[in-house]
């Protein structure tokens, strides 16, 4: 029996309807849904997507969901408006606070320990922003199970805001939490959210410390991993406004980081496939990945292009982008 990982990474709002339609495309070409991944690790966006396929909700339903179509009689209740409870394409005005004053201190003294974004986010002012409507919605799907789900297990990423100190929730050993509050954790963008808070200690989205943090899963043996990266690219369109073209090139930095803790996972013989937004799919999504306008066409794209290449022949073993 084949032993498989999913890895759903970063990626906002636009990244959660990206990885939605790369979810359908890896069902339709692949033949793989929920049920044939032993664990998910979810990052942020992804933490969110996570939770939904623990507690059983299908691809089909993600996706109908998604485009607002009226909910089958066999749907689950899914109280989410993805264009207004994400908090819109801007963030409100933050505290005039420092994020974490501890671990500030820790960068000045030692800011080779730190991912680069990890290292700039306690100098961030505290953001205001509210998550409650995720939390919510995780509460409400995990409400009929009294552990944390198993098929496939779900695995979530954040930060802890005072060390810096990469958390994975779920996961044996890690420290004690709800579904609802490690995906809450997990999407907490430091300057834009408040951070959130379990067991006196807080934690900020996964995404500071990694887009996917694939290499979490190399102790585990897997046979394969599926890694669907939003936030990662390996082919690049063109864009005209210094906002997407400086969008571009952090994404850059990120697929890097994302190749070299896959490279790890490879190292120890997992086959390790990584789709991530291809040219057709940034033109969609533009600069801002909190834009909830761009959020149709985004899926839609999605749908195509993630399918289109997973159909190339290359797509087994190797990185392709949609």
């Known amino acids: ?5 999913l890895v759903l990474g970063a990626g906002g709002v636009l990244g959660f309807a990206w990885t939605v339609g790369a979810l359908a495309a890896l069902e339709q070409t692949d033949g793989l849904g929920p049920a044939d991944f032993e664990v998910c690790v979810g990052t942020s966006a992804g933490s969110v997507l996570a939770a939904m396929l623990g507690c059983g909700i299908t691809v089909d339903q993600m996706v109908r969901h998604q485009q607002g179509q009226r ?10 408006n993805y264009d207004r409870d994400s908090g819109g394409a801007r963030p409100p005005r933050p505290l005039f606070r420092l994020g974490s004053p501890k671990l500030a201190m820790e960068v000045v003294r030692r800011p080779h320990r730190f991912p680069p974004l990890a290292a700039l986010t306690p100098f961030f002012p505290q953001g205001r922003g509210t998550l409650a409507a995720v939390t919510g919605v995780v509460q409400a799907l995990a409400s009929d199970t009294d ?7 779900p695995w979530i990423v954040a930060m ?12 044996e050993g890690s420290p ?11 999407c907490s963008i430091p300057g834009w959210y408040a951070a959130t808070e379990i067991d006196g200690r807080r934690y900020v989205d996964g995404g500071t410390c990694s887009p996917t943090s694939v290499d979490v899963l190399a102790k585990l043996g897997l046979d394969e991993v599926y890694v669907l990266a939003p936030m990662a690219s390996f082919a690049y369109d063109r864009p005209r406004t210094p906002g997407a073209s400086l969008e571009r090139r952090v994404r850059r930095a ?3 980081r994302m190749v070299r803790e896959a490279a790890k996972l490879r190292a120890t013989g997992t086959e390790v496939t990584m ?4 040219p057709a799919d940034l033109a969609a999504m ?10 149709a066409a985004v899926l839609a794209t999605s749908l195509h292009t993630s399918a289109e290449a997973l159909r190339r022949p290359s797509a087994s073993s190797a990185d392709v982008a949609g």
Request: no cysteine; hydrophobic share 30%; charged share 25%.
């Open 254 to 256: 990120l697929t890097k």
């Open 286 to 295: 533009g600069a801002n990945l909190m834009n909830p306008r761009r959020r």
């Open 71 to 80: 909910p089958r009689p066999e749907d689950p209740v899914i109280s989410f």
């Open 176 to 186: 004690p939490a709800t579904l609802a509050q490690a995906v809450t954790a997990s």
């Open 147 to 153: 552990d944390w789900p198993r098929s496939p297990a």
């Open 1 to 5: 029996m084949t032993r498989r990982g």
């Open 160 to 171: 802890d805001y005072d060390s810096g100190r990469r958390v994975v929730f779920g996961r």
């Open 275 to 278: 789709l991530g937004p291809g």
